[in-house]
């Protein structure tokens, strides 16, 4: 238990069905984090929120929409995705953004398009 | 762009030998993290370094940095099986915490 909760744990869905995968800590940070895992690539930053302002949008397609409502919850909202897009999809929060801080990692979403 | 590769990408030893993980970065690091993630779950935090240190220990894990030739290797001595998993470095960098693709370790008893 890291501290770090994502639901669900799996999740398939259709090219034209809309869900979203939530993500709460409750470690106190101030930034959080979704990363996108695939098979044989490194993991991908897709977001990072600080003070639950986005900082960093590294270049993802607009059919991934993050929400950040306060400092412990972040969701990801999906919607159009591709077979491509099927990925473990993880959360991460720490006490500051970057350098000096480590990171707390969920679970993980287990997402397939299908 | 990447930052940290580890090497190498898999890696099988006995039950109680030392395994030796190396990583390689690009551009200048604030710290590397190094990082466990059993197959499938969430990434757990082991250690981390900064860039002022050379080396750090965290029972059987040792880390090294070597700034000058932007490497760090993790060694994790007197192997058990419940070190199976991937071992990943991360580089910290701004706002980003960047992770390169993992070395696999298993560790046959």
């Known amino acids: 238990e890291t501290g770090v909760t994502q639901t669900p744990r799996h999740l398939v869905m259709g090219m034209t069905n809309k869900k979203s995968l939530k993500c709460e800590q409750h470690?106190?940070?101030?930034?959080m984090y979704w990363y996108k895992q695939s098979a044989k690539k490194p993991l991908e930053l897709m977001f990072v929120y600080n003070f639950k302002e986005q900082t960093e949008n590294n270049s993802v397609p607009s059919r991934f929409s993050p929400e950040c409502p306060n400092s412990s919850h972040l969701f990801l909202h999906l919607h159009t995705l591709q077979p491509e897009d099927s990925a473990l999809y993880l959360c991460?929060?720490?006490?500051?953004?970057?350098?000096?801080?480590?990171?707390?990692f969920g679970q993980g979403t287990r997402l397939t398009v299908v | 762009s990447q930052q940290g590769e580890e090497d190498p990408q898999a890696l099988s030893i006995q039950e109680g030998e030392n395994a030796t993980m190396n990583c390689s970065y690009k551009?200048?690091?604030?710290?590397l993290q190094w990082y466990r993630q059993n197959s499938g779950r969430g990434l757990v935090h082991l250690i981390l370094i900064r860039s002022n240190e050379r080396e750090k220990h965290s029972g059987r894990l040792r880390v090294t940095l070597d700034t000058s030739k932007k490497s760090s290797s993790l060694l994790i001595t007197a192997s058990r099986a419940a070190d199976t998993a991937s071992y990943f470095c991360?580089?910290?960098?701004?706002?980003?915490?960047?992770f390169g693709q993992g070395t696999r370790l298993t560790i046959n008893p």
């Open positions: 991460a929060s720490s006490q500051f953004t970057g350098f000096l801080a480590e990171a707390f």
């Open positions: 551009t200048s690091i604030n710290n």
């Open positions: 991360a580089t910290g960098r701004a706002q980003k915490l960047v």
């Open positions: 470690l106190g940070h101030n930034a």
